[in-house]
């Protein structure tokens, strides 16, 4: 039987750019960063505490990046994790909003994509 999700991929213009955001803003940790291909890398990362990885990758024409992701990240302080990006220069499209299912707030990478970050 299926027993986690290993990874999610997200869709980046510029490999470089996108490691620098999500570990230096979001505090990700690099897992592995090696040749995929002769156009690009296989770089994956680790949030701290969670089994889920993370792979920032170049789908070409296939994925384009931009756009509302269909993950959710969640904290147990969406406040203060949004006061925390903010601090590190990431753009708060929305909130943080309470609602009747918890708190949250809308963030974006470099590329435009968009994540909800909520309370778990």
Same mark, same amino acid.
């Given at each position: 039987? $299926?027993?986690?999700?290993? &990874? !999610?991929? @997200?869709? =980046? /213009?510029? *490999?470089?750019? #996108? /490691?620098?955001?999500?570990?230096?803003?979001?505090?990700?940790? /690099? =897992?592995?960063?090696? +040749?995929?291909?002769?156009? *690009?890398? %296989? $770089?994956? /990362?680790? @949030? +701290?505490?969670?089994?889920?990885?993370?792979?920032?990758?170049?789908?070409?024409?296939?994925?384009?990046?931009?756009? *509302?992701?269909?993950?959710? &990240? %969640?904290?147990?302080? !969406?406040? #203060?994790?949004?006061?925390?990006?903010?601090?590190?220069? =990431?753009? $708060?499209?929305?909130? +943080?909003?309470?609602?009747? %299912?918890?708190?949250? #707030? !809308?963030?974006?990478?470099?590329?435009?994509?968009?994540?909800?970050?909520?309370?778990?």
């Amino acid at each position: 039987m $299926i027993r986690g999700v290993k &990874f !999610v991929s @997200i869709p =980046v /213009l510029d *490999q470089d750019r #996108a /490691l620098a955001f999500y570990t230096e803003k979001l505090g990700f940790r /690099l =897992v592995t960063d090696q +040749p995929f291909s002769e156009e *690009q890398r %296989w $770089i994956e /990362l680790g @949030i +701290p505490g969670a089994d889920t990885r993370v792979v920032l990758f170049r789908f070409g024409e296939e994925i384009k990046p931009g756009g *509302q992701m269909n993950m959710t &990240f %969640w904290t147990d302080n !969406v406040e #203060a994790t949004v006061g925390e990006m903010k601090r590190k220069g =990431v753009t $708060i499209l929305k909130g +943080p909003a309470k609602a009747g %299912w918890g708190t949250s #707030a !809308v963030f974006a990478d470099p590329d435009g994509n968009q994540f909800l970050v909520g309370t778990k």
